[in-house]
C-alpha cells in the first residue's frame, strides 16, 4: 500500500522558516517523482515544486514567493521542503504527492497528473 505521511507544518511568525517532510512507503521510491502542493480553502490546489528521484531534476512553482528548497534522504525515503521567510499568504494545507512520471514535464504542477497523495499538514504564517 502506497504511503505519504507529511509532517513539520505548525504555526509560524512571518519571516520564520519550516521544514516539511513527506515520509512515503509502498512503491520504490528511487523510481517515483514527489511533488508538494498547497492548498487555501476555495481555492485550487498549487504546486511549491518537484523532485523526480529517478534523474535528480527538481523544478519550483510559480507561486512560490520566497526562498524554498526540496531535497530529499533515499535511506529514510523521505522528501523534505524547507521553506524560509515565510509570509502569511504562505498559509495553506500543504501536501505532498508521488507519480511515476508526469505525462510531460511541461504540465509537472498539474495536481492531476499525481496519483498518490498524503493527508496534508498545515502551515499557519501569522503576521
Known amino acids: 500500500e502506497v504511503q505519504l505521511v507529511e509532517s513539520g507544518g505548525g504555526l509560524v511568525q512571518a519571516g520564520g522558516s519550516l521544514r516539511l517532510s513527506c515520509a512515503t512507503s509502498g512503491f520504490t521510491f528511487a523510481d517515483y517523482v514527489i511533488a508538494w502542493f498547497r492548498q487555501v480553502p476555495g481555492k485550487e490546489r498549487e504546486a511549491v515544486s518537484c523532485?523526480?528521484?529517478?534523474?535528480?531534476?527538481?523544478y519550483y512553482g510559480d507561486s512560490v514567493k520566497g526562498p524554498v528548497t526540496t531535497s530529499k534522504d533515499n535511506a529514510k525515503r523521505t522528501v523534505y521542503l524547507e521553506m524560509n521567510n515565510l509570509k502569511p499568504e504562505d498559509t495553506a494545507v500543504y501536501y505532498c504527492?508521488?507519480?511515476?512520471?508526469?505525462?510531460?514535464?511541461?504540465?509537472?504542477?498539474?495536481?492531476?497528473?499525481?496519483?498518490?497523495w498524503g493527508q496534508g499538514t498545515q502551515v499557519t504564517v501569522s503576521s
Open positions: 504527492a508521488a507519480t511515476l512520471r508526469p505525462s510531460s514535464w511541461l504540465v509537472w504542477s498539474r495536481w492531476d497528473e499525481y496519483e498518490y
Open positions: 523532485l523526480s528521484n529517478s534523474d535528480g531534476r527538481i
